[in-house]
């Protein structure tokens, strides 16, 4: 679904995390629920959930803003203002869980190791990164356009919209008798910790052991 007057894609909550200024209450970038509480009518989402967009023709009043088409309730197509990256170090497993409802850039989910991975945001000389990112070229492969990343590895934090969606990702164990796949998820407690089992010894148990993709293999 595309954002609609009065509709935040039900992920209202906090700000963009981008410079939009000071927002005023109801102007471009002030946390919204519902259009009601924009005086535009439009609460599209953002990073940390809802916020209140503008009209735009070519270009927004605020760094860290897209002017994107949109089709409104009554089938037209208007341009609105939308936040550059609305999925910036969410967890992700592919790239399409770094897409938003109104496609701005070509954003995409970039492996950082065990950890996880990553929304990254795509940017370049017109769409710099928000403070604490940097635009990295290759971040999401050769081929792919930069991404913003965050300076500090490991820095992603679950943001209310977050942790409403339940974002995860996938996380491995690794040691020297292997690596074994698992999951992170958002919770209001911060993203959790990989519940992968640790590779341990391959003991005839009808079990994966070692995480090598044979079941008691050497057994």
């Known amino acids: 679904d595309v954002p609609q007057p009065g509709d935040a894609g039900g992920d209202a909550q906090?700000?963009?995390?981008?410079d939009a200024g000071d927002p005023s209450d109801g102007g471009l970038g002030w946390?919204?629920?519902?259009?009601?509480?924009?005086?535009?009518?439009w609460c599209v989402e953002g990073p940390e959930g809802g916020v209140c967009?503008?009209?735009?023709?070519?270009?927004?009043?605020?760094?860290?803003?897209?002017?994107?088409?949109?089709?409104?309730?009554?089938?037209?197509?208007v341009y609105i203002c939308m936040p550059s990256?609305?999925?910036?170090?969410?967890p992700c497993v592919t790239d399409a869980d770094c897409k938003g409802p109104?496609?701005?850039?070509?954003?995409?989910?970039?492996?950082?190791?065990?950890?996880?991975?990553f929304c990254g945001?795509?940017?370049?000389?017109?769409?710099?990164c928000p403070e604490g990112y940097e635009c990295v070229e290759n971040a999401a492969g050769e081929g792919a356009p930069s991404q913003c990343v965050p300076v500090e590895p490991g820095s992603c934090a679950c943001t209310p919209k977050y942790i409403q969606q339940a974002a995860s990702t996938v996380c491995t164990s690794t040691n020297e008798l292997g690596?074994?796949?698992?999951?992170?998820?958002?919770?209001?407690?911060g993203l959790g910790a990989c519940d992968a089992p640790t590779p341990?010894?391959?003991?005839?148990?009808?079990?994966?052991?070692?995480?090598?993709?044979?079941?008691?293999d050497g057994q």
């Not at 946390?31 to 009518?41: H, K, N, V």
């Not at 990256?85 to 969410?90: A, F, I, S, T, V």
């Not at 074994?180 to 407690?189: A, E, K, L, Q, W």
């Not at 391959?202 to 044979?214: P, V």
């Open 14 to 18: 906090q700000d963009t995390g981008h």
């Open 31 to 41: 946390p919204c629920e519902t259009g009601d509480d924009c005086d535009s009518a």
């Open 53 to 77: 967009s503008e009209l735009c023709v070519d270009d927004c009043s605020a760094d860290g803003w897209a002017c994107a088409a949109v089709t409104n309730t009554g089938g037209d197509l």
């Open 85 to 90: 990256h609305p999925n910036l170090c969410r």
């Open 102 to 117: 109104v496609v701005v850039g070509d954003d995409r989910c970039i492996d950082a190791g065990p950890a996880g991975r």
């Open 121 to 128: 945001g795509e940017c370049d000389e017109f769409t710099p």
């Open 179 to 189: 690596s074994c796949p698992g999951t992170r998820v958002c919770t209001s407690d």
């Open 200 to 216: 341990v010894e391959e003991i005839c148990d009808g079990i994966d052991n070692d995480c090598n993709g044979e079941i008691d």
